[in-house]
């Protein structure tokens, strides 16, 4: 499965050289629960799944202080079939505030694609790169926790 093939990625690359170390996870989902039409969206138990993946993760790679950043989503799209949008919004903070060491970069102020490039979900490339100076700053932040 997916999380077994995560796992699996993660221990060969810290075993593949002397020093190795996973200095955290940057994660970055949840627009497909955003539409609650999904077979596997659940908009309104998002905080509790990504707490107890969060959980899960760093126990199986036994770092239980692992860093863990993850983009909220931003501006409500123009997709009339992403109705929950704003429940996973909300959610993503109540998993943020549930967790310890994990950062949370939000996106309302970056620019989507817009709906002549037929999508109104995701960014232009300037703005990931923005999203990429956030994660990095977010991280950095949570390594300089004691």
Avoid at 34 to 42: D, E, G, K, L
Avoid at 64 to 91: I, R, S
Wanted: charged letters at 15%; one cysteine or more; proline letters at 5%.
């Amino acid at each position: 499965n997916l999380y077994g093939s995560c796992l699996h990625r993660i221990r060969t690359a810290l075993a593949g050289s002397a020093g190795s170390v996973l200095g955290g996870v940057l994660f970055w989902q949840g627009e497909s629960d955003a539409r609650p039409t999904t077979v596997y969206a659940q908009p309104t138990t998002y905080a509790a799944q990504l707490v107890r993946w969060v959980k899960v993760l760093r126990a199986d790679l036994d770092m239980p202080e692992l860093p863990f950043v993850f983009a909220q989503l931003g501006p409500t799209p123009t997709d009339t079939t992403l109705t929950a949008w704003d429940t996973v919004k909300a959610q993503q903070v109540l998993a943020r505030n549930a967790l310890t060491r994990v950062g949370m970069i939000t996106t309302d102020d970056l620019t989507p694609l817009g709906t002549s490039a037929g999508d109104s979900a995701h960014f232009n490339a300037a703005s990931y790169v923005e999203a990429g100076r956030r994660f990095a700053d977010a991280l950095t932040d949570l390594e300089a926790q004691p």
